[in-house]
């Protein structure tokens, strides 16, 4: 499975970005992708997650009301529009999936990476003050 992130960029606060996320096997077998990132010095956070098949998704609290994540089955991409960024949003950026997800679902389980097997290789966004 390969993931590809595209998208980021800078940005200035209150600014809005949209990643994508392309998905090489984009099937039943893969149908929960996951958003996560990594600022410098920082352990990596679970941004979203959303079951392709059925639209149902989960983001973490920070970004609940400013984030929507999407997927677009027939262009097997999946995006997060970002909006009213702040700086504290700065980092790269990584989509990901994997099998031990399925298991279990949508929900704050979703947003934690030692469920996923497959990543990408990350787009940055930064946000200046």
């Avoid at 998704?57 to 970002?82: C, E, P």
């Amino acid at each position: 499975v390969q993931l590809v992130e595209s998208g980021g960029g800078l940005v200035q606060t209150g600014g809005s970005l949209r990643l994508s996320c392309d998905i090489s096997a984009f099937d039943l077998d893969y149908p929960i992708i996951a958003w996560f990132r990594q600022a410098p010095g920082k352990e990596r956070e679970g941004v979203s997650c959303i079951n392709t098949g059925d639209g149902s998704a989960h983001y973490w609290n920070f970004v609940k009301g400013r984030f929507t994540i999407s997927s677009d089955n027939n262009r097997n991409t999946v995006y997060l529009q970002m909006n009213t960024l702040k700086p504290e949003d700065t980092a790269v950026y990584y989509c990901a999936t994997g099998r031990r997800v399925i298991v279990s679902g949508i929900g704050p389980m979703c947003i934690r990476d030692s469920e996923y097997d497959y990543w990408g290789r990350g787009t940055q966004v930064t946000v200046s003050s």
